[in-house]
């Protein structure tokens, strides 16, 4: 026997408001009413039941537009429920409900959280419920669902639609959906294992590394063992030495005590010797005074005798300075005189020029003055003639 759909129950989707149970009996079952009325929701509810994931398949921009929103006279719904109940569904529908008699499907949404779907009262993927109508050979988008403008397109449909058609008719439709998310397993499958066999390599690398880290880890093992070995020879060294320089501090002490025994009687032989030396000190220090006073005296007397030495010796040093002075000016007395003696014989020469100059001077005078006269007397001319040119350009003007 064929599935049926026995009856979808609507709450708060779209136009319902209140819940809304539509019966759908043997037979035909039809809705009548008005345009906008809500004829056309019942079938989008239907659709949105079955698994329909498009909001623009549901005449809607997002899948919240599918809850009730609101009217003047009523607030509007934050929820949307639709219930499909399929009767005679035994040995058809798909495991895990193909023992089952009836499957109850249910898909609710809230706003701004999202929709989830139950099927016979237990939570079910969306996949699982489209795989199921499509195994009943039905679904959102089966052609048993035909809208307006269906037929019109169907008649020149391509082979591959009507090849769609024919394989939802044979119920077949499910199988290529199982197969489309096979193929989309294996190649998540084929992606993990590629990803799986990078991993395997870094762990690999990650293994060598960490063996590395064991041999060294077993060697850092091996020399600490050995370490600590030496650590305890090398304090059970020390503590041999220690007592050995225990030892050898106690000898010390009883050697420096015997020493202090005799260092003490020594010191009372001494203080005895210091008593005796005191006693004798008196005449020592008055004896020790006269000298001290002889020897200032003397000492006195030394630097006196330095000090007239000195004063000598400085006299000696102004009177070798003075005699290099007289020295220096003899000498430049004698220049002075050598350059007056070649002054004096130039000077001669000088007197002897210019007694000839004076004896040639009375003719040069006279020849000066014959020239003055002449020049005095073409002076003259030049004058006069300078006045008669005067005073004929005085006439001509």
Not at 59 to 68: A, K, L, N, P, T
Not at 315 to 341: F, I, W
């Amino acid at each position: 026997m064929p599935v049926s759909f026995s009856r979808l129950r609507i709450a708060g989707f779209k136009s319902f408001a209140e819940p809304t149970v539509v019966e759908i009996r043997g037979g035909l079952t039809g809705i009548v009413g008005p345009n906008g009325c809500g004829k056309s929701n019942v079938v989008d509810a239907l659709r949105w039941a079955m698994g329909e994931g498009s909001a623009r398949a549901l005449r809607g921009s997002e899948m919240d537009d599918v809850i009730f929103a609101g009217t003047a006279a009523r607030p509007s719904r934050n929820l949307a429920e639709v219930t499909l109940l399929l009767e005679e569904v035994q040995g058809a529908a798909p495991p895990p409900w193909h023992e089952t008699p009836e499957i109850e499907v249910t898909r609710r949404i809230e706003r701004g959280v999202g929709s989830h779907f139950r099927v016979n009262g237990r939570e079910a993927r969306a996949r699982d419920v489209q795989n199921l109508f499509a195994d009943l050979a039905s679904g959102a988008r089966a052609s048993a669902i035909i809208g307006q403008g269906r037929i019109t397109a169907l008649v020149p449909a391509r082979p591959e639609e009507r090849r769609l058609i024919l394989e939802e008719a044979a119920g077949i439709t499910g199988l290529h959906a199982r197969r489309h998310e096979a193929e989309l397993k294996l190649r998540a499958a084929e992606a993990n294992l590629g990803r799986a066999e990078d991993l395997k390599g870094q762990l690999e690398a990650q293994h060598e590394a960490l063996k590395r880290q064991a041999r060294q880890a077993t060697r850092y093992r091996n020399l600490s063992g050995h370490v600590r070995t030496a650590e305890a020879e090398l304090l059970a060294i020390g503590r041999a030495r220690a007592g050995l320089a225990r030892a050898a501090a106690a000898a010390a002490l009883h050697a420096a005590r015997t020493g202090a025994a005799e260092a003490t009687t020594a010191a009372t032989r001494a203080t005895a010797a210091a008593t005796a030396a005191a006693a004798r000190v008196p005449p020592l220090r008055s004896a020790e005074a006269e000298a001290r006073t002889v020897l200032e005296r003397r000492r006195l007397g030394l630097e006196q005798l330095a000090a007239e030495a000195a004063r000598a010796e400085a006299a000696l040093r102004e009177a070798a300075a003075r005699v290099a002075q007289v020295e220096r000016d003899q000498a430049h007395a004698t220049q002075a005189a050598t350059d007056a003696r070649a002054a004096t014989e130039r000077l001669a020469a000088e007197a002897a020029r210019l007694a000839a100059e004076d004896a040639a001077a009375p003719a040069a005078h006279a020849a000066a003055e014959t020239e003055f006269r002449a020049a005095a007397e073409a002076a003259s001319a030049a004058e006069r003639a300078a006045n008669v040119a005067t005073e004929r350009a005085a006439a001509l003007g």
